[in-house]
Nanobody
Framework: QVQLVESGGGLVQPGGSLRLSCAAS????????MRWYRQAPGKEREFVAV???????DYADSVKDRFTISRDNAKNTMYLQMNRLKPEDAAVYYC?????????WGQGTQVTVSS
């Protein structure tokens, strides 16, 4: 079955960096676009970044030039490098894959940005 497991969240000061990972299993990882979303308390889940199977990337305006999405198909893993973090980046971050209209989600990893 499809499994997505996020890791790498934590507490970081404003201006700091974190790298999130999403380990995937149960499907042919290299064939699918992968996405990061996030959800802050009291807010709707929002798109953060996407990387296609051909490694084309796109980002939400709020994270452009600060976040970098990447993938390692040999390790079935997607990453999100987050630099210059702001308090408004604090959220639970989820990885996602859409397989023929069915969305699969990980359990999420908490990112807290605070001094």
């Amino acid at each position: 079955q499809v499994q997505l497991v996020e890791s790498g969240g934590g507490l970081v000061q404003p201006g700091g960096s974190l790298r999130l990972s999403c380990a995937a299993s149960g499907f042919t990882f290299s064939r699918y676009a992968m996405r990061w979303y996030r959800q802050a308390p009291g807010k709707e889940r929002e798109f953060v970044a996407v990387i296609t199977f051909s490694r084309i990337t796109d980002y939400a305006d709020s994270v452009k030039d600060r976040f970098t999405i990447s993938r390692d198909n040999a390790k079935n893993t997607m990453y999100l490098q987050m630099n210059r973090l702001k308090p408004e980046d604090a959220a639970v971050y989820y990885c996602n894959v859409d397989m023929s209209g069915t969305d699969y989600w990980g359990q999420g990893t908490q990112v807290t940005v605070s001094s």
